[in-house]
């Protein structure tokens, strides 16, 4: 038996290159962050629905994709003091997320409302191939702590 834990060790990348690759014009105050990797056309329709009608200004928007690499999200959402947190597309242990949820439905983790989505272009692409699916979940999951308020 050995004595020694079996220890593994996680490495936490930066988050400066996201910093660079926000929405230029976000004010002061906002506390939702938008992590995507493609479709933004969908996401603006789906994000007008939810009251915000110049998501540039309102939100912090970051295009990220996985193939991007790592980031360290928790450090990003501590800089920009963020509450809550909408993932289109992405990897959760490449943000540095160790945690599992479903698809669509919030849940709170320290303090801050997080929501995992697939990618909003294959939410785009079943709505518009007549499955209304998933972008009802989607928009159940905004409704319950996405909306503009």
């Not at 939810?50 to 360290?72: I, M, R, T, V």
């Not at 490449?94 to 909003?120: I, K, T």
């Amino acid at each position: 038996m050995a004595i020694f834990p079996d220890i593994e060790l996680i490495g936490q990348p930066g988050y400066a290159e996201a910093i660079r690759q926000l929405s230029p014009n976000a004010v002061d105050g906002v506390d939702l962050l938008i992590v995507y990797d493609s479709d933004y056309d969908f996401l603006e329709r789906v994000l007008a629905a939810a009251g915000y009608d110049d998501p540039k200004l309102q939100l912090h928007l970051l295009e990220w994709s996985p193939a991007a690499g790592p980031l360290d999200l928790t450090g990003l959402i501590r800089h920009l003091k963020i509450k809550r947190v909408l993932l289109f597309g992405q990897d959760m242990k490449s943000l540095g997320l160790h945690f599992q949820v479903a698809d669509y439905f919030p849940v709170e983790v320290g303090g801050v409302n997080y929501m995992r989505n697939p990618s909003a272009a294959t939410i785009s692409e079943a709505k518009n191939k007549g499955d209304n699916g998933p972008a009802g979940a989607l928009w159940r999951g905004v409704k319950a702590s996405f909306m503009k308020g």
